[in-house]
């Protein structure tokens, strides 16, 4: 059986689906078997006619590569669909910044190479989340980029631990705990460090810590990370993996968070550094 070639359009992104409508026609070309698959719920009432899209969890077991057209929001979400199949993921960009994005539109010719095989496995690390109340576990979930613990309107009191050892503890508007792939997104908005996606660590990051000596911490990536909601500042706070949906918490709820065992896979086709691509994507040198 041929394999298929999944197209996960984001509908608010790619307006009227225009490129992935390209892309679609290219790969048809090539005589190569496609499917539309939007990733966002809300999505399939936005296709156009004479797509006809599938359910991605459907096509997913059929198919050799997953292209995305969006951003990087739309690339995470096709990442956790993914998780478990070990299919790589092309990014088109057509949000902002677009650092997980193999591809701007200007390229999609390339896009060619990679149906054929020619392209660069890149592994990424993932997390594992388990939300702790009363010593039980009431919701676990899993982040290719980070885990954010955030007070709603006030600022919480935190205790950040590496396997049971004290890193930090503050009042602030939170933390992120970032793989080295999302170290690049909110990580780096809080002040946190840039660092090679294809490494691995775990990475903490205060948000906006009201005492100086709470820093980033870089950490070896078979830490065991806990984060502890004080009573000091028992403020409305939350949960966000990834970005989803946030999950409330409330003082004594413990964080734990781990390397996963689960990765994400991408299909790299271009030759440039990482360290020219976020020049690129941040302005580095760029004259005012």
Same mark, same amino acid.
């Given at each position: 059986?041929?394999?298929?070639?999944?197209?996960c359009?984001?509908?608010?992104?790619?307006?009227?689906?225009e490129?992935?409508?390209?892309?679609?026609?290219?790969?048809?070309? $090539?005589?190569? *078997?496609?499917?539309i698959?939007?990733?966002?719920?809300?999505?399939?009432?936005?296709?156009?006619?004479?797509?006809?899209?599938?359910?991605?969890e459907?096509?997913?077991?059929?198919? %050799? $590569?997953?292209?995305?057209?969006?951003?990087?929001?739309?690339?995470?979400?096709a990442?956790?669909?993914?998780?478990?199949?070990?299919?790589?993921?092309?990014?088109?960009?057509?949000?902002?910044k677009?650092?997980?994005?193999?591809?701007?539109?200007?390229?999609?010719?390339?896009?060619?190479?990679?149906?054929?095989?020619?392209?660069k496995l890149?592994?990424?690390?993932?997390?594992?989340?388990?939300?702790?109340?009363?010593g039980?576990?009431?919701?676990?979930?899993?982040?290719l980029?980070?885990?954010?613990?955030?007070?709603?309107?006030?600022?919480?009191?935190?205790?950040?631990?590496?396997?049971? *050892?004290?890193?930090? *503890?503050?009042?602030?508007?939170g933390?992120?705990?970032?793989?080295?792939?999302g170290s690049t997104?909110?990580?780096?908005?809080a002040?946190?460090?840039i660092?090679?996606p294809?490494?691995?660590?775990?990475?903490?990051?205060?948000?906006?810590?009201?005492?100086?000596?709470?820093?980033?911490?870089?950490?070896?990536?078979?830490?065991?990370?806990?984060v %502890?909601?004080?009573h000091?500042?028992?403020?409305p706070?939350?949960?966000?993996?990834?970005?989803? %949906?946030?999950?409330?918490? *409330?003082?004594?709820d413990?964080?734990?968070?781990?390397?996963?065992?689960?990765?994400?896979?991408?299909?790299?086709?271009?030759?440039?550094?990482?360290?020219?691509?976020?020049?690129?994507?941040?302005?580095?040198?760029?004259?005012?």
């Open positions: 059986m041929n394999k298929k070639i999944i197209l359009p984001n509908a608010g992104r790619d307006i009227g689906l490129v992935t409508r390209k892309v679609d026609d290219l790969l048809k070309a $090539l005589h190569r *078997q496609t499917v698959c939007p990733v966002f719920d809300d999505d399939s009432d936005d296709i156009p006619q004479g797509f006809a899209p599938a359910r991605f459907d096509e997913l077991n059929s198919a %050799e $590569l997953i292209i995305t057209f969006g951003g990087d929001g739309t690339i995470l979400r990442a956790r669909l993914a998780a478990h199949s070990g299919v790589p993921i092309l990014g088109v960009n057509l949000g902002g677009g650092f997980m994005s193999e591809l701007e539109v200007a390229d999609i010719g390339l896009i060619a190479s990679a149906v054929s095989g020619d392209y890149e592994r990424r690390m993932m997390l594992d989340i388990d939300l702790l109340r009363d039980e576990t009431v919701c676990s979930d899993f982040a980029n980070d885990v954010v613990v955030s007070g709603v309107i006030k600022v919480i009191d935190l205790t950040l631990y590496g396997d049971g *050892q004290k890193i930090s *503890q503050f009042s602030g508007d933390a992120v705990i970032a793989t080295p792939t997104a909110y990580s780096m908005a002040g946190g460090p660092v090679e294809t490494a691995h660590n775990i990475i903490i990051t205060p948000i906006c810590a009201h005492v100086l000596e709470a820093k980033p911490f870089v950490l070896d990536p078979d830490r065991r990370v806990s %502890e909601i004080g000091k500042k028992p403020s706070a939350y949960l966000s993996t990834d970005g989803c %949906e946030p999950v409330s918490i *409330q003082s004594g413990i964080i734990n968070v781990r390397k996963s065992e689960k990765y994400t896979y991408f299909a790299r086709l271009s030759s440039r550094s990482f360290y020219t691509m976020v020049s690129e994507k941040l302005g580095v040198g760029e004259k005012p």
